[in-house]
C-alpha cells in the first residue's frame, strides 16, 4: 500500500482570495491559474499496519506540529473515502520555497492526495481528485492539471461542486513565468490567516469579488486567442486589487518588501521599452514575471541585476499529476 506523486505549483492569474466555508475550503471566487513545470514536490505515501500514527518527512526532517496535523487531516479524508483505517508514513521533497508565496501548499497537498489515494487503492478521476485535494489547500486543486486551470467555486454547501478544471490543453501557448526569489522564509501572515482577517474586516473585499467574474471571461478570451498583452494586463491588475484588500483589513498588512516593488517598477520599465511582461504576486513578496519565449534572455537579464534579488527560475508550462516507481523517489 504505497505510490509516489509528482505534482507542480501554479500561479494565480485570477487570484483566490477569501472563502465562504472554512472548513471545506470552499472560495467567495472562481479563480484560474497556470502550472509551472520549474517548482514541484514529489510525495510518497506508504499505509504500514505497524503505524500508531501518521508520520511525515519533508525534505528528510522529521516534521511535527501544525504542518503534521494538516498532513494528517487530510489522510484522515482518504481514509474515510477508502473505507481503510491504517496510519501512513509520509516522505515528501518540497521543490518550492516553503510558506513564502510560491504556493508549496499547492504541489504539496496535490502530490499528498494523488500519491495517497493511489497507495490506498482508489482510482479516482481528475474531477474527483481535485475535489479531494480542495479539502487540504484550495490552490492545490489547480495543480491536478497542467497548463491553465479554472478552479470552479461552486454554489452547494457540502463543496461537490467545487473543484478545478482545464481550460486549454497543456501544449496550447508556450508562455513563460520568470519568479523572482526575494525571501524563502516564514509568512509572518499565513495565506489563511490573511485571507480570513480581510474577508472579515477589509471594506474593500466586497469590490474584490464583485470584479471577479469579468477578470475571468476577459482573461479566458486572451488565453484563447494567445492575447499576451490582454492576459497580462488583467492578471497584473488583479493581483494588484487583491493586495490592495489587505492593506483595508484591520489590522492592515502587506506581503510585499521594498525589492517587490522594485521588482514591480523594472517590469513596467521593461514594457516601457518594448519588451512585453507582466507580474503578479500570490501572499508573498517573491514577485512572478509573465514573459514569451523570444525575450528569455532580456527579461532575465534585468530581473537579476536589482539588488535585493536572491534568484531567478525560468517555467514553461508544466505539466498535471504524474506517478513515479518508488525508485524514482529521493
Known amino acids: 500500500m504505497k505510490a509516489t506523486a509528482k505534482a ?14 472554512e472548513e471545506l475550503i470552499l472560495p467567495t471566487n472562481n479563480s484560474l491559474s497556470i502550472t509551472l513545470d520549474g517548482f514541484h514536490t514529489i510525495t510518497n ?12 518527512y519533508l525534505n528528510d526532517s522529521f516534521v511535527q506540529g501544525e504542518q503534521a496535523d494538516r498532513v494528517t487531516k487530510f489522510l484522515n479524508l482518504v481514509r474515510d473515502l477508502a473505507g481503510r483505517y491504517v496510519f501512513a508514513e509520509v516522505k515528501s521533497v518540497n521543490a518550492v520555497p516553503t510558506a513564502a508565496g510560491f504556493a508549496s501548499s499547492a504541489s504539496g497537498f496535490a502530490a499528498l492526495a494523488a500519491a495517497s489515494t493511489k497507495a490506498v487503492g482508489l482510482n479516482l478521476s481528475d474531477e474527483q481528485l481535485s475535489r479531494l485535494t480542495r479539502q487540504g489547500s484550495g490552490s492545490a486543486c489547480r495543480s491536478i492539471y497542467g497548463g491553465f486551470a479554472e478552479w470552479q467555486k461552486g454554489e452547494k454547501e457540502d463543496g461537490s461542486d467545487s473543484f478545478a478544471v482545464p481550460v486549454v490543453a497543456k501544449d496550447h501557448w508556450d508562455i513563460r513565468v520568470a519568479a523572482v526569489v526575494l525571501s524563502s522564509k516564514m509568512k509572518k501572515v499565513s495565506s489563511r490567516a490573511g485571507m480570513k482577517r480581510t474577508v472579515e474586516t477589509s471594506p474593500f473585499f466586497k469590490g474584490w469579488v464583485e470584479s471577479i467574474p469579468a477578470d475571468l471571461q476577459s482573461i479566458k478570451e486572451g488565453i484563447l486567442e494567445r492575447d499576451f498583452t490582454k492576459v497580462g494586463e488583467i492578471a497584473e491588475a488583479n493581483c494588484l486589487k487583491m493586495h490592495a484588500t ?20 523594472t517590469v513596467k520599465q521593461l514594457r516601457d521599452s518594448g519588451i512585453p511582461a507582466y507580474f503578479t504576486i500570490d501572499a508573498g513578496p517573491n514577485v512572478k514575471v509573465l514573459y514569451l519565449p523570444e525575450y528569455e534572455v532580456q527579461i532575465k537579464q534585468a530581473l537579476q541585476s536589482i539588488q535585493g534579488v536572491a534568484d531567478v527560475k525560468l517555467s514553461r508550462v508544466g505539466q498535471g499529476i504524474t506517478y513515479l516507481g518508488d525508485e524514482d523517489f529521493a
Open 8 to 21: 507542480h505549483t501554479n500561479i494565480a492569474l485570477i487570484k483566490y482570495w477569501g472563502k465562504r466555508n
Open 45 to 56: 505515501v506508504s499505509f504500514k499496519e505497524e503505524l500508531t500514527n501518521d508520520v511525515f
Open 246 to 265: 489587505t492593506l483595508g483589513a484591520s489590522p492592515p498588512f502587506t506581503y510585499w518588501l521594498d525589492t517587490t516593488v522594485t521588482v514591480m517598477q
